[in-house]
């Protein structure tokens, strides 16, 4: 089992930044990934971005040039940086991670809310 604990979010004005940070704890399997997915109200939950241990980055096009995720492997903690933020940023941002051998996200965390409003 693998728990991911989120920090960080809130409420921020158009324009401004955030950062989130997750970390796992658990049995951890190497290497892996860990992203990060939002869900806008009435819409489904989305890929922002994720990072592989050997540091390989995939990100949403919405977000390119805006988020920067990063991790450190040492403590098993993935943060995502947010900058420009806009009101379509609102959302609730949850944390993932997967061993590299699985197909799909398969831990979660329970999720922060980011509101980007004037």
């Known amino acids: 089992q693998v728990h991911l604990e989120e920090s960080g979010g809130g409420l921020v004005q158009p324009g401004g930044s955030l950062s989130l940070s997750c970390a796992a704890t658990g049995v951890i399997f190497n290497p892996n990934t860990m992203g990060w997915f939002r869900q806008p109200p009435g819409n489904q939950r989305e890929l922002v971005a994720t990072i592989s241990s050997d540091g390989t980055t995939n990100y949403a096009d919405s977000v390119k040039g805006r988020f920067t995720i990063d991790r450190n492997n040492a403590i098993d903690t993935v943060y995502l940086q947010m900058n420009n933020l806009l009101p379509e940023d609102t959302a609730f941002y949850y944390c993932?991670?997967?061993?590299?051998?699985?197909?799909?996200?398969?831990?979660w965390g329970r999720g922060t809310q980011i509101t980007v409003s004037s």
């Open positions: 993932a991670y997967r061993p590299n051998w699985a197909i799909e996200f398969n831990f």
